[in-house]
């Protein structure tokens, strides 16, 4: 079974920095490219950025860039979005993706 | 970027409807490989995207075959033969075929 599970959600002030990891079992993890899309509360999916199957190509949306960057470690399956400089536009809840498979998602509130 | 458009935003159905969403892409899918990376996705309250259809028209693995994907080029079309109460959420068409990925607005289904 294709599993994908995000943590390191919670909530930071604007201006702090946070990590999210999502490990993936189920499949050949090195041999996908992965995505970090976010959905705001009450809105829809936004891509933010992906990352090649060795880690060594990283794509992100202008929303993010330079401020979010995205790294992999598959000897331990897993994807990471460390996330800083925050703003109050960056609560959302993140989600791990193939863009098939999706994990369940990790909340992230930024309010001072 | 590629920018999808879903019609309509909304849709009210009772159970056993069929309904069709349109996504309606600014450039055409067709990936020079011949694949088109146009996927279905539909999202239950408070759950995460599940992926319905990938390939415009592949069901995924344990969809109900009451779902299928058409379309080609900027067209595309996810039919729900005789909807059903669980079939309710918002449904999302997303591309990879360019880069970056982009998505749908989404179309929410309602019981009428």
């Known amino acids: 079974e294709v599993k994908l599970v995000e943590s390191g959600g919670g909530l930071l002030k604007p201006g702090g920095s946070l990590k999210l990891s999502c490990v993936a079992s189920g499949f050949t993890f090195s041999n996908y490219w992965m995505h970090w899309v976010r959905q705001a509360p009450g809105k829809g999916l936004e891509w933010i950025g992906e990352?090649?199957?060795?880690?060594?190509?990283?794509n992100y949306a202008p929303s993010i860039k330079d401020r979010f960057t995205i790294s992999r470690d598959n000897a331990k399956n897993t994807l990471y979005l460390q996330m800083s400089s925050v703003r109050s536009e960056d609560t959302a809840t993140y989600f791990c993706?193939?863009?098939?498979?999706w994990g369940q998602g990790a909340s992230v509130t930024v309010s001072s | 970027d590629v920018v999808l458009t879903q019609t309509p935003p909304t849709l009210s159905a009772t159970i056993g409807q069929s309904v069709s969403i349109s996504c309606r892409s600014s450039?055409?899918?067709?990936?020079?490989?011949?694949?088109?990376?146009l996927n279905w996705l539909l999202q239950r309250p408070g759950q995460p995207p599940q992926l319905l259809i990938y390939?415009?028209?592949r069901l995924e693995s344990g969809v109900p075959n009451r779902f299928s994907g058409s379309g080609s080029g900027t067209d595309f079309t996810l039919k729900i033969s005789g909807v059903e109460a669980e079939d309710l959420g918002v449904y999302y068409c997303v591309q990879s075929t360019h880069a970056p990925p982009t998505f749908g607005g989404g179309t929410k289904l309602e019981l009428k």
């Open positions: 990352i090649e199957y060795d880690g060594t190509e990283t």
């Open positions: 390939l415009v028209s």
């Open positions: 450039q055409s899918l067709l990936h020079s490989n011949g694949n088109t990376y």
């Open positions: 993706t193939t863009l098939e498979a």
